[in-house]
């Protein structure tokens, strides 16, 4: 079926940057019939979406990341990437990206079928 591919995961200081991509291989069709999420997980805290696009490219972004994260897509390259800027400790978590089929794009985990095995990054004082 599909796989997914998380990468650039790390430690950076806060208020520095960090690039996230989502590799996705297997079928065409699923990559251009899905909304795709980034979701995140710090220790003892649920898992909680970050943002989330469609298939035709518009954004959903939660609260916490509206103004500092940005999601995209590289559709050539059947990737998906998350910029982060102006980091802070409280991002400290393992970031998931997900596929929706049903193109919901939602930032809830439950919408999503298919996910990545993570990256962490980790933000210091």
């Known amino acids: 079926q599909v796989q997914l591919v998380e990468s650039g995961g790390g430690s950076v200081q806060g208020g520095g940057s960090l690039r996230l991509s989502c590799a996705v291989f297997g079928y065409t069709w699923i990559w251009y019939s899905s909304s795709m999420g980034w979701f995140r997980q710090a220790p003892g805290k649920e898992r909680e979406g970050v943002a989330a696009?469609?298939?035709?490219?518009?954004?959903t972004y939660a609260d916490s990341a509206k103004g500092r994260f940005t999601i995209s897509k590289d559709n050539a390259k059947n990737t998906l990437y998350l910029q982060m800027n102006s980091l802070k400790p409280e991002d400290t978590a393992m970031y998931y990206c997900?596929?929706?089929?049903?193109?919901?794009?939602?930032?809830?985990?439950?919408?999503?079928?298919?996910w990545g095995q993570g990256t962490q990054v980790t933000v210091s004082s």
């Open positions: 696009i469609s298939s035709a490219g518009t954004t």
């Open positions: 997900a596929a929706d089929p049903r193109n919901r794009r939602l930032l809830g985990s439950l919408a999503y079928d298919h």
